[in-house]
């Protein structure tokens, strides 16, 4: 089992900056790719970036690809997405996710645990 925990989110003007942090406990951290994703209202939950355990591999939303940077800190059990160039497209809750797999995926379901999320609100 593991417990995510998002942090970092909050109310930003837009081109303006956030970075989230996502705080994983009750397991081997370093097993596990991990990911990011949000839902706006109204909307389904989408898929922003994923990092391999590694840290070796990265993949990105279109939409967010050159603005927003995923990384991960193994030894603090932590992952991180660096947010540029906010625009109020962005705003959602966003959520850190563990996969089962070692592998970056964009695949929902390849994810087996989630953070309660966190809110990011971009004004214009």
């Known amino acids: 089992q593991v417990q995510l925990v998002e942090s970092g989110g909050g109310l930003v003007q837009a081109g303006g900056s956030l970075r989230l942090s996502c705080a994983a406990s009750g397991h081997t951290f370093s097993v596990y790719a991990m990911g990011w994703f949000r839902q706006a209202p109204g909307k389904e939950r989408e898929f922003v970036a994923a990092?391999?355990?590694?840290?070796?591999?990265?993949d990105y939303a279109d939409s967010v690809k050159g603005r927003f940077t995923i990384s991960r800190d193994n030894a603090k059990n932590t992952v991180y997405l660096q947010m540029n160039s906010l625009k109020p497209g962005d705003t959602a809750v966003y959520y850190c996710?563990?996969?089962?797999?070692?592998?970056?995926?964009?695949?929902?379901?390849?994810?087996?645990?989630w953070g309660q999320g966190t809110q990011v609100t971009v004004s214009s």
């Open positions: 996710a563990a996969s089962r797999l070692r592998v970056a995926s964009q695949r929902f379901d390849q994810y087996a645990y």
């Open positions: 990092i391999s355990w590694s840290g070796g591999n990265t």
